[in-house]
């Protein structure tokens, strides 16, 4: 069953077109605003705290948030970190970005609920998204603080009751059963979240020797697993097409470019994930990035990435491109049942699961 609002996804559609009209090859869908690195948890699988540690206690201005969306022009932008409900000017910072009539998605740990409310008012073009790596012991494990599971469900509840839009972000890594996410994922259905995005952990090169990361043929049969054990009518955010990517149904190159990160420390060469240097000018990060250069096979780094931020992007292209994929991302989002559903075979990227798979070079 479709998460994503109908007006959403109607926005999207016109963006798109409008793109596919003036011949662009490289345009955001998602941007990434990073207002400040700094959190209040130190979770396991997280890069950012870590990565950015010379540069922790720096922070954007509304000013520099404000230049950066109207350089970069998305329709969606997703404010990240860190904890971005840390940021002095969080409230000023969504607002400046729903005056533009673009979707926000703050993602965020919950442990500020109570101060986002207060500064925050509920809107269409506004979703907050709250993560949450599993159950009650999964998650305050995956956070190393315990109380933090109640904290976010305490949240869920007291803004779907204030009238906000709820998301949730779940990132899945090796060891977890996937029962434990069929029961999340009917709770939370159940609680009234919009959508349940997920994904599998990034292997930070900061946190690489936690053993949690799974390889990708293992990711590819924990997502099947999964998805075969939810309960029809549970509202996955991720488009359809990316869900059956992650179960190996398909084939997508990285796009990482429809999802440019801006940092206090610039904009990400080349994405969200990688930061092998900063481009002072969202220009220059686009004009400089070899982008052929990344990718499977290409650096050792992206042999295991199966994350939205890559790939997400890339099923959206496949549609625009391809008018039967587009038909099927069409239907899969509005009927109702198990969204991960997929049609069976068809041409232009799906495929049966394989049983061997390609492991990172060394």
């Known amino acids: 069953m479709a998460g994503q609002p109908l007006w959403l996804s109607l926005k999207l559609g016109w963006y ?16 990434i605003l990073e207002p400040l690195e700094d959190c209040n948890l130190t979770c396991t699988g997280c890069g950012r705290i870590r990565e950015y540690e010379p540069i ?4 954007l201005t509304l000013e520099d948030c404000m230049r950066a969306v109207a350089e970069c022009d998305p329709p969606v932008v997703s404010i990240a970190g860190g904890e971005p409900l840390m940021h002095p000017q969080i ?18 740990n919950a442990l500020l609920f109570k101060k986002g409310m207060k500064v925050i008012p509920p809107s269409p073009y506004f979703s907050l998204v709250v993560h949450l790596d599993g159950l009650r012991e999964t998650h305050d494990i995956a956070v190393e603080r315990k109380g933090v599971y109640d904290v976010a469900i305490k949240a869920i509840k007291e803004a779907r009751a204030r009238g906000y839009r709820v998301c949730t972000n779940t990132t899945l890594f090796s060891g977890n059963r996937p029962e434990e996410y069929h029961q999340l994922f009917a709770m939370l259905n159940d609680m ?12 930070y090169k900061e946190v690489a020797h936690h053993d ?5 043929e293992e990711a590819q049969s924990f997502f099947r697993r999964i998805f075969e054990g939810c309960k029809d009518g549970i509202r996955f955010y991720n488009n359809p097409l990316y869900l059956d990517f992650l179960q190996g149904k398909r084939d997508y190159t990285c796009t990482q470019w429809t999802t440019p990160t801006y940092t206090p420390a610039g904009w990400r060469k080349p994405c969200y994930l990688i930061a092998d240097g900063h481009a002072k000018t969202y220009e220059e990060l686009m004009t400089t990035v070899q982008w052929d250069a990344y990718g499977l096979g290409k650096d050792p780094r992206c042999d295991t990435c199966m994350m939205h931020c890559g790939f997400e992007g890339s099923a959206i292209l496949e549609a625009m491109n391809k008018p039967g994929a587009f038909i ?11 969204r991960v559903r997929g049609f069976g075979r068809s041409k232009g990227g799906v495929k049966e699961p394989q049983t061997k798979e390609k492991r990172p070079v060394a």
């Open 212 to 216: 949690i990361f799974m390889q990708r």
């Open 192 to 203: 009234g979240v919009e959508g349940m995005m997920v994904s599998p952990g990034f292997q």
């Open 16 to 31: 798109l077109f409008k793109q596919r009209l003036r011949g662009r090859k490289y345009f955001p869908l998602t941007m």
């Open 56 to 59: 922790i206690d720096q922070q």
């Open 328 to 338: 099927e991302l069409a239907a899969r989002s509005v009927l109702p049942g198990r």
């Open 91 to 108: 409230g000023e910072i969504v607002a400046g970005i729903i005056k533009q009539k673009r979707f926000v998605y703050l993602c965020t």
